[in-house]
């Protein structure tokens, strides 16, 4: 899909932004509510999937995280293209890696989205995927306890490895496993950019969801 064409003051640019979420240390200072239900994308790239939820479900709070400033930036901007200012959608620009070590808030989450992930296909790096043990310990940790997690992507490796991790894990339920998402063309999907590229291909789209016990 072509590389990414960095802007070198992105880091700058996304602070001055009202859907930005300028640290961690912010996000610690972002009161959770608890009548509202809060979702995590973790790679959100440019920001469609989680705009279009944000805007098909107001009472629902949305945060996207993205280590990529210049993704941010780009999500940003995409988001303010919309009509109205939506006040239930947020960006932050972080590793998700090392949320724990760095976050007050635990088991907040009703939902995690990871869509279209870096399969990172050497072996010796399997340990960055973002279905691999340590980050599936992660999950755990930031989702309520009947929450869930949804894992897309393109690439069949990625989607064998995700699901053989999964369900070797006995803490882990395996709640749907789908091939070929689009299959009957549903129009009820809500897709990301690279999603909508990769469907026009005619390429098959995996899904797993998931719960821990």
Not at 14 to 21: A, R, T
Not at 65 to 92: E, G, Q, R, S, W
Not at 185 to 196: F, N, S
Request: hydrophobic share 35%.
């Amino acid at each position: 899909m072509g590389r990414l064409r960095t802007i070198a003051n992105a880091r700058q640019l996304i602070k001055q932004e009202d859907y930005f979420i300028n640290d961690i240390n912010d996000f610690n200072d972002f009161k959770f509510n608890k009548k509202y239900k809060y979702f995590l994308e973790i790679g959100c790239g440019k920001g469609q999937f989680l705009i279009k939820n944000a805007l098909l479900y107001p009472k629902n709070i949305y945060l996207g995280v993205d280590k990529y400033a210049t993704i941010i930036y780009k999500a940003i901007k995409k988001a303010n293209l919309l009509d109205k200012k939506l006040n239930n959608l947020f960006f932050a620009n972080f590793d998700i890696a090392n949320w724990i070590q760095l976050t007050k808030e635990k088991q907040c989450f009703e939902k995690i989205y990871l869509n279209f992930s870096d399969p990172w296909p050497k072996k010796r790096h399997a340990k960055k995927r973002l279905t691999s043990l340590s980050f599936l310990n992660l999950y755990k940790h930031l989702l309520k306890k009947q929450g869930i997690v949804e894992f897309r992507t393109d690439n069949s490796d990625f989607f064998e490895y995700s699901l053989n991790v999964l369900k070797t894990n006995k803490q882990i339920k395996v709640l749907s496993i789908c091939k070929n998402l689009h299959k009957n063309k549903q129009t009820d999907i809500v897709t990301t950019e690279y999603e909508d590229k990769f469907v026009k291909l005619k390429k098959p789209i995996y899904q797993i969801v998931w719960s821990y016990k």
